[in-house]
């Protein structure tokens, strides 16, 4: 069974820096396209970043220029560095990987229990 788990967050100041990081455990073949997401309160769940298997990347306009998705295809782990925080940023963080390949076959749609990040003002 595969898992993407996230770390990094926590609580930043405004105009701060955090690291996230998601790594996949299971038997892994590859990966394809990996994105980050996030859910604040009452809102509803939104694309943050998103980066295929060959280094391709699409940000969201909220985070573009501020926000750096990245990914080790050989540890099968995805990062997501953000500068420059404001308050709006904070949400419930959640990586998600649309098709993972094992050898078994593949597992499609699967998502990460999240990481909380919460910027102060």
């Known amino acids: 069974q595969v898992q993407l788990v996230e770390s990094g967050g926590g609580l930043a100041q405004a105009g701060g820096s955090l690291r996230l990081s998601c790594a996949a455990s299971g038997s892994i073949v590859s990966i394809n396209a990996m994105g980050w997401y996030r859910q604040a309160p009452g809102k509803q769940r939104e694309l943050v970043a998103v980066i295929n298997s060959g280094g391709g990347v699409h940000y969201a306009d909220s985070v573009q220029g501020r926000f750096t998705i990245s990914r080790d295809n050989a540890k099968n782990t995805m990062y997501l560095q953000m500068h420059s925080l404001k308050p709006e940023d904070t949400a419930v963080y959640y990586c998600?990987?649309?098709?993972?390949?094992?050898?078994?076959?593949?597992?499609?749609?699967?998502w990460g229990q999240g990481t909380q990040v919460t910027v102060s003002s």
């Open positions: 998600n990987a649309d098709f993972i390949y094992t050898g078994l076959g593949y597992n499609r749609d699967v």
